[in-house]
């Protein structure tokens, strides 16, 4: 991935920082251009929750490029506790232990790197709430 | 906007064609379609080609057809619209004989996917979803796919049941010239297939193959086959966005503005190609298009009701799980066999007496969805 | 040395990665049966020194009440950079929401880089400079296949945040004592992919000379004795020096066992003292008073004297570091090869 791509949602990504907007209050992650519900384009920054639920989720077994090494991951749908959704990977886990409803927590991991010399790059995952 | 009319059509089996470059098997296809129409006089060419980019290195892909047809000079495009390139081409296409533009248009599909690696296919696949919040996560299209089938398992049926899709597609292609698997397979196989992305199985999931297929339309007359109506619409690129996961919102837009178009209703319908790279997505589409009632398309299929003697023939060629899926050519595929199925020239998959046929073309998880009814004139 | 204002902890953190490789798994492999720790932690193949010490410091963040970005410094000491050039820090920093108005660095003084990034934050803190600063000692060790330290080299980390001392400061800083030579016991060379040692001599001139080094002028400074203390936490580059260092000089067992957590994570490097602290302040109570040495090759020791206040009882909530250790997945050799990305590809 180019680097300008990745530095751009480095602070989304590493925070789960996401948009409410100034119009209605809708709350969206990732930040879009134009409010779904009232069409504004005024955003202030919302903080996500941390902590939430799995909805669904997959098992990847055959991976895009990059992910080789972290084969078979869990991919998840998850709800967050303010509402929200995201699509996530889910670590710390073995795949056959996911259950819907199971409640996971973000952690800041690595997603992937371009090869040997090129940049890391780190985003969040969940894993299950550590008690 | 005049009506418009399906003049030909050309399949080139979809395959491994490993001698064979993107611009030759596009040319079979082509001249397949151009003869079938008893003419070449075309005016303008819509090549529909999703990968060709990453596959091939190619782009600029309308003017490279156009001189593999030796047709400099010819009006040409490329479309993209991920999965659904091919129903988006071909409703492109319409509208430019539609509005006058146009007398005699060549749509075609292609695509080569035997150039690349199957990690290549996966990147590919995964190119069709949004790229820095999900695609970053790591999930491949059969992956979206699955949470669907989890949240459906949860609460319409068994696997055993939504794998039917499946094997209905094949006992449809046994017979199929231009179907890449044109063999029987068992729910036991498709079950006992390893898992892709769970709860999806490899056997569940459209192969990876070369095609190209192509459409020549013109003006409609009094006979043959026209377009009663052709749609595009879109939903929500990320999954999260979606209120509710299950309904495909972009395949229900695109079907309803399809029927009020066409003036028929789903009850209408006689025989229906639908998006079936994943069983799931089969089901969902069925659903989502209102020919099976919610929840209710997976034992539909597994009850007999999507054979081609069935209450709603289902992909009559093999769909895209037998036939195959060469990706931004599927969508024409579709059209050019719902064509064939009108005209009375299916061969041993002829539906009887088959008059108004629907084909639905899907790309994403459902981000854009082309919808095309075609109806039979005369007679 | 003492501070010329009086510096406490805000908020801490510590993190050790799910993932367990047995001693006896190193045996079963290299026909050994040596079993210097039970067990050591093992990096997940999605995580490193960064992904460490960034889950040590939003804990040490959500614990101290603050808002990140008053956080003025954050020092990340560390011997497994995961970039040879390029900080550690920024992207800490970044994650915590500390960015732009701080200073970070990535420290480097093998184990001891840990306490060396506590000794800097507290200078940055003591001076008036910085009203937050954060010092992170995290590691993922490299152990080179069928040597000594396979046994040990581990992966984790923890983060302190030290401020003025207030009410709101867990624990305050009495004074501390660095003590260094150029002892070459064990290092690594560049574009190396393993550290070299030299074996038996890690020993004796080096870990227990500078430790009690450190040890012996902090105590002879502050004018403490060993049973002043409640607690006291040492480098643990396995179960033994630990103990015998601490005993050697007159600590006991009770005062040792809470902060000595290497026989059920191995050597987290530069996290290993700071984990230790942060393991005896998760059962400390106030008014408690904490003794701490690192260690790190090349060679030196700092020596801390910690003491707890009430405000520990209040913050140290969600899970402690016990709930880290206690979670745990065992991996074969096979699959901690595959993690530590020493299968060719």
Redesign the interface.
Known sequence: MSVPRYWRE??PR??LLGKVCAGCGAKFFPARPVCTECGSTEFKDHKLAEVGEVVTWTVVRNPPPGF???KPYVVALIELEDGMRLLSQV??V?PEEVQKGMRVEA?????KEDGKAGI?Q?GY?FRPV?? | MRKVAVAGVGLVKVSEHWGKPIGTLFADAALQAMKDAGTDDVDGLYVSNMSGALMQEQLNMGALMADAIAKQGLHAVRVEAGSASGGVAFHEAVKAVASGYSDCVLVAGVEKMSDVLPEVVTKSLAMEEEQEYSAYTGVTKPGLSAMLYRLYLGLYAEPSEVGMMAVQSHDNAVGCRHAQYPFRMSIERAMDSPMEADPIHMMECAGVGDGAAAIVLVPADTDGVEVAATTVATDYCSLPMREDPLTLGAVRKAAEKAFKLAAVKPGDVDLVEVQDDFTINGVLSLESLGLVERGKAAKFVAEGGAARDGELPTNTFGGLKARGNPLGATGVYQVAEVALQLRGAAGDHQVEDAKIGLAQNMGGLGSTCAVTILRRLGR | MKTARQVGIVGYGAYVP?YRLEASEVNRVWGGDGAPVEEKSVV?????T??IS??AA?QAVRRSGIDPSEIGAVYVGTESK??AVKPSGT?VA????ATPNVSTADIEFACKAGTEAMQNCIGLVGSGMQRYAMAIGADTAQGRPADALEYTAACGGAAFIFADRSADTVAYLEASYSYVTDTPDFWRRSKEMYPRHGSRFTGAPAYFKHIQGAAKGLLEETGYKPEDFNWAVFHQPNTKFPIRVGRGLGFTMDQINPGLVAPKIGNTYAGSTPIGLAATLDIAEPGDKIFAVSYGSGSGSDAFIFTVQEAITEKRGG?KLV??ID?K?YVDYATYL?FR?QII?
């Open positions: 480095e602070v590493y925070r080789e090494k972290y670590v710390d073995d952690v800041f991991r690595r997603v890391i780190y995952k550590v008690e | 799910i997940a193949p999605d995580e490193d960064v992904t960034v889950e939003k995961p970039y992207i970044e994650a915590i929401g899970p709930s880290f979670r997945k595959r990305g590809q």
